[in-house]
């Protein structure tokens, strides 16, 4: 039985000897078992397409891009317009390539005005190529520019062709309406 002291003597000083010089014992902490989890019975896994359903979604993927290409754009963002310079640009660019553009005169504060956005910019994909499509934020912009427009209330759509406005929808209705009239607008022009 000398063994047992021996060996607690032993375990004593390794334990003195870790107390980074401090004498004295300190007690064992107790040991921890991780404990795993049992496994899951139903998980959800994610698996690329197989061969046999590759080739029907690439061929849907691949006869959709065909028609958006032979169809056009959905939408076409309205290009902004921030200043008296960049107007006289883009009516110059237009008339050099002998284009109307369609000029919303807009306030970021008008209802009607963030409403009819959209559906200008759908209407501008159907006339892509043919005519240009801006939008101008009568609170960016001074108010000389607003003025040489003859901007009286929001939103107006203009038509402006060879440097001129030709013809203005007032959109204080609804939006199918001012589309409509925008529409009829763009085909007195063309």
């Not at 000398?2 to 040991?31: D, E, I, K, M, Y």
């Not at 237009?94 to 209802?111: E, F, K, T, Y």
Request: charged share 25%; proline share 9%; hydrophobic share 45%.
């Amino acid at each position: 039985m000398a063994t047992a002291p021996a060996h607690a003597a032993a375990v004593t000083a390794g334990q003195a000897a870790l107390s980074n010089g401090r004498v004295g014992t300190r007690p064992t902490p107790p040991r921890l078992g991780f404990v795993s989890k049992p496994p899951v019975r139903w998980a959800a896994i994610s698996l690329p397409p197989g061969p046999r359903r590759a080739a029907p979604a690439a061929a849907a993927a691949k006869e959709r891009i065909m028609e958006e290409e032979e169809e056009g754009p959905a939408w076409v963002e309205l290009e902004p317009i921030a200043g008296e310079q960049q107007l006289d640009r883009a009516l110059a660019e237009a008339q050099q390539l002998d284009l109307p553009i369609v000029l919303l005169w807009m306030a970021s504060w008008c209802r009607k005005c963030i409403y009819l956005k959209p559906k200008l910019e759908k209407l501008a994909a159907e006339y892509h190529p043919r005519v240009r499509f801006y939008c101008i934020d009568v609170n960016a912009v001074p108010q000389k520019l607003v003025n040489r427009a003859g901007v009286t209330k929001m939103p107006s759509i203009q038509l402006w062709s060879d440097s001129q406005k030709q013809a203005e929808v007032i959109g204080g209705h609804k939006s199918w309406l001012v589309i409509d009239d925008v529409r009829k607008m763009i085909e007195q022009e063309e």
